[in-house]
């Protein structure tokens, strides 16, 4: 079974810069997750979407970042413009339901210079 | 509000055991205690979890204070491939099941 794709593994821009973020999560999986990973730190919850809805954004900085899950599987997420702190670690889950073991993809890796 | 606390680091020879402690003061009687783990480059896997009891699986084992405001997971002998971040969590059951993760124990496993 596959697990949680994403993409750009990696991705380096300069600041004002926009930026994408792309997860695709396992078959069957209704909730999705973003959390962001700032070094030496745990995740912290972005966005959660319960198939299309998105029902815990309260975490995500509406001013310069949004998402999309459009269709309930795969899910974008966007910055514009990038500052300097957006510096981080993108990480998308799934879970089958919103209490269930969440399984995490490797990451997106962004640089802001 | 950090919900977790754990020590920043840890050491283990391998074929060990290894007790990772953390403390969850102010965890409530619907929380979750959840424990993931991260390799190098990697995304957070599950590791296990509970509620009140311990519980056991193939990976370790988790031991739950009476009180429930600490908890350890127990790796029962360690190998060189255990070496992660550890992370204790609590699902928040009111808040939308939402995961608070701490900062996580670095294991270091010698040979």
């Known amino acids: 079974e596959a697990g949680v794709v994403q993409s750009p593994r990696y991705k380096i821009i300069e600041k004002k810069q926009p930026v994408a973020f792309w997860c695709n999560p396992i078959?069957?999986?209704?909730?999705l997750y973003w959390y962001r990973q700032n070094l030496g730190q745990g995740p912290e919850l972005l966005i959660r979407y319960e198939n299309e809805e998105a029902v815990d954004d309260s975490q995500l900085p509406k001013d310069r970042f949004s998402a999309e899950r459009l269709k309930g599987v795969d899910s974008t997420l966007k910055i514009q413009p990038a500052e300097l702190g957006d510096s981080a670690v993108y990480l998308c889950?799934?879970?089958?339901?919103?209490?269930?073991?969440?399984?995490f993809g490797p990451g997106t890796r962004l640089t802001v210079l | 509000d950090a919900k977790t606390t754990q020590p920043n680091s840890m050491e283990s020879n391998e074929e060990e055991p290894v007790h990772l402690p953390c403390n969850h003061s102010?965890?409530?009687?619907?929380?979750?205690i959840h424990w993931y783990r991260q390799l190098p480059s990697q995304g957070p896997e599950y590791v296990i979890h509970?509620?009140?009891s311990n519980v056991n699986n193939r990976m370790a084992s988790l031991a739950i204070a009476e009180d429930r405001k600490s908890s350890t997971l127990i790796l029962h002998r360690a190998t060189l491939r255990d070496a992660a971040v550890y992370y204790c969590i609590l699902r928040v059951l009111y808040n939308f099941n939402k995961f608070y993760f701490g900062s996580g124990t670095k294991l270091n496993v010698k040979p």
């Open positions: 889950a799934s879970s089958p339901d919103r209490e269930g073991e969440q399984f």
């Open positions: 078959s069957g999986h209704n909730t």
């Open positions: 102010t965890i409530s009687g619907t929380d979750y």
């Open positions: 509970g509620l009140t």
